[in-house]
């Protein structure tokens, strides 16, 4: 069971750009939920390649965390279940993962643009009014929120640069004519090439993690 939550818990932590949208905004703000941060001194948890991974950025990760555990196990959660799955070595190495995920794209020049960050903004049916975006509504939302649209924008940003980087790795993996003579006739080859290129992409994002200068202050997990 416990494997099973961790697999689950993983998929939660490196929620996608694309369940972000579909869902209501609030959401954004619960699975962000950095929103200003001003990491000086103490406030540091970590640091990946000279970037610094803020405490409180972490601290609300964790949190946000919890509350997950709590609503998919609801009275089955204990408190001794989350120190078995380590959450809070995990959680922090999803903001590390995240963190050389984009500085890699920023190094291969991945880059996002403005107008593609609109696009997509202007598509969320929290903005809009009578189907159409709405500045004013955009501002009062965010600020609803305590986030500013340069705040949010970034971190929509980091998110498609994220899901870019993913979908890069993964289309760059498949399946030659001999390999697909090899699988058994009842194998579902969507299913398997997906698998395959899920693997690829940890093993891609492990390779860079090994080769990554982290330091983690322990003291603090």
Known sequence: MIKLL???MQFVLVITLWVVIIAFVGTIF???????????GSNVIATVNGDIIPFDEYKKAYFRAID????????KYTDEMIEKLNLKRTVLNSLIEERIILNTASETGLMVSDEEVFDIISS???????????????KKVLSANKYSPTAF???????II???????????VGYSEEEIQTIPAQGNIDVLLLQKQ???????VDRLMKKAKIKVYEDKL
């Open 30 to 40: 619960l699975v962000w939920g950095r929103g200003a941060v001003n990491p000086t």
């Open 6 to 8: 961790r697999e689950r």
């Open 162 to 172: 994220k899901e870019k980087m993913r979908r890069l790795i993964k289309e760059s």
């Open 124 to 138: 969320m049916p929290a903005f809009q009014k009578d189907g159409k975006f709405n500045p004013e509504i955009y």
């Open 153 to 159: 924008e970034r971190n929509l940003k980091e998110d």
């Open 198 to 204: 899920e693997k690829a992409y940890m093993a891609y």
């Open 68 to 75: 997950t555990y709590k609503k998919i196990l609801k009275d």
